[in-house]
């Protein structure tokens, strides 16, 4: 059987591996070399990885802090402030959480607000009867 006869059939000759020596002798000089070549050529020794624990380049730092940096400036530009319900209201607990996370929503419940109103009404007698 010839290789014309079998030509466009899909049929492979089992010698037409022979007729790749000039691509065997290059993937060997690329090996001994140290180069790398794509597909069937290259060396499966090795792990193809090599990226672990190696240390971020300057250029790498220097993208990565000016994303953080623009990540942040867009925070503070679009800061939604959380609403405060009962202004004159207002407990230790909150103000620190205000001061830590302004976005945070506030809301008293109904009896935490009795209660301070309560304490607040106790304040201002207690100043009354003094004076």
């Known amino acids: 059987m010839n ?22 002798t290059e993937a060997r000089n690329a090996r001994d070399t140290g ?7 290259r ?8 990226k672990i624990n190696r240390p971020k380049t300057d250029l790498q730092k220097n993208v990565l802090k000016r994303r953080r940096l623009i ?7 679009h800061k939604i402030v959380g609403a405060v319900v009962d202004k004159d209201l207002i407990t ?4 620190k959480k205000r001061a830590s996370c302004p976005r945070a ?5 109904g009896k935490k607000k009795r209660k301070l109103i309560k ?4 304040v201002q007698k207690a100043k009354e009867s003094m004076d």
């Open 3 to 24: 290789k014309a006869d079998c030509q466009g059939t899909g049929y492979k000759d089992p010698t037409s591996y022979l007729d790749n020596k000039p691509f065997e």
């Open 35 to 41: 180069r790398c070549l794509s597909g069937t050529a």
């Open 43 to 50: 060396d499966n020794s090795m792990a193809p990885g090599g």
């Open 71 to 77: 990540t942040r400036e867009k925070r503070r530009k």
């Open 92 to 95: 230790v607990h909150h103000l």
């Open 105 to 109: 929503n506030i809301t008293l419940s």
């Open 119 to 122: 304490q607040l009404r106790h």
